[in-house]
C-alpha cells in the first residue's frame, strides 16, 4: 500500500522559513510526480506545487510564486518544500499527494502555523 | 485559471436518499475533473477522476458525470458515512484547481 508521510510542520513566526518534507513508500517513487495541497484552517483545498519525477519540471500555484521550491531526492524517495517568508496566509495544514493530474494517494498532513 | 464552481455550498439530506451536487467550471476542462471526499481530521479521498470512473474501492453508489463545463457527483442512497464535504478538481490545465467543497450534511 502507498505511503506517504509528511514532517517539518510547525510554528514559525512571520518572515520565516520552513522545509517540510513527505517520505514516500511502495511505490517507484522516481516514477511518479508529486504534488503539495494545502488546506487553511476551516476552509477548501489548495493546489500548491507539483514536480515531475525526475525533478526537472516543475509548477507553482500563483499564490507562493518565488516564495517557494518544491524538490526531491529520489535516492531518499522524499519530497521536500521549501517555504520562505511565510505569511499569516500560509498557515494551512500541508497534504503530499502521488502524480500530478488527480490524486488518489494523500499523506496525512503537516500543520504550519505563521504566528508572532 | 480555471474557476471551479460548487453548488450547492451545504446540501442537507436524509439518509437513504439521492444527494446530487453540482460543479462548474469557468472553461472547458473537457473530462479532466476528479471528486473528493474530506470528513473532519481527514485527508482528502479520491472517488471519482475522468468526471466519471470511480477509483478503487468505492462503492458504486458514487457516480460522476458531465464533460466540458458542468459536472454532476450523485450520492444514490446516502449511508452515515457519506457525510462529510465534496470536492470537484480540474486537471485539464495549470494550476490545478479546486471547487470550494459542498458539506453533505444530515437532515
Known amino acids: 500500500e502507498v505511503q506517504l508521510v509528511e514532517s517539518g510542520g510547525g510554528l514559525v513566526q512571520p518572515g520565516g522559513s520552513l522545509r517540510l518534507s513527505c517520505a514516500a513508500s511502495?511505490?517507484?517513487?522516481?516514477?511518479?510526480?508529486m504534488t503539495w495541497v494545502r488546506q487553511a484552517p476551516g476552509k477548501g483545498l489548495e493546489w500548491v506545487s507539483t514536480?515531475?519525477?525526475?525533478?526537472?519540471?516543475?509548477y507553482y500555484a500563483d499564490s507562493v510564486k518565488g516564495r517557494v521550491t518544491i524538490s526531491r531526492d529520489n535516492s531518499k524517495n522524499t519530497l521536500y518544500l521549501q517555504i520562505n517568508s511565510l505569511r499569516a496566509e500560509d498557515t494551512a495544514v500541508y497534504y503530499c499527494?502521488?502524480?500530478?493530474?488527480?490524486?488518489?494517494?494523500w499523506g496525512q498532513g503537516t500543520l504550519v502555523t505563521v504566528s508572532p | 485559471e480555471i474557476v471551479m464552481t460548487q453548488s450547492p455550498a451545504t446540501l442537507s439530506v436524509s439518509p437513504g436518499e439521492r444527494a446530487t451536487l453540482s460543479c462548474r467550471a469557468s472553461?472547458?476542462?473537457?473530462?479532466?475533473l476528479a471528486w473528493y471526499q474530506q470528513k473532519p481530521g481527514q485527508a482528502p479521498r479520491l472517488l471519482i477522476y475522468?468526471?466519471?470512473t470511480r477509483a478503487t474501492g468505492i462503492p458504486a453508489r458514487f457516480s460522476g458525470s458531465g464533460s466540458g463545463t458542468e459536472f454532476t457527483l450523485t450520492i444514490s442512497s446516502l449511508q452515515s458515512e457519506d457525510f462529510a464535504v465534496y470536492y470537484c478538481?480540474?486537471?485539464?490545465?495549470?494550476?490545478?484547481?479546486f471547487g470550494q467543497g459542498t458539506k453533505v450534511e444530515i437532515k
Open positions: 499527494a502521488k502524480d500530478w493530474a488527480y490524486f488518489g494517494y
Open positions: 511502495e511505490f517507484t517513487f522516481s516514477n511518479s510526480a
Open positions: 514536480i515531475g519525477g525526475s525533478g526537472a519540471n516543475t
Open positions: 472553461q472547458s476542462v473537457i473530462s479532466n
Open positions: 475522468g468526471a466519471s
Open positions: 478538481q480540474q486537471y485539464n490545465n495549470w494550476p490545478r484547481t
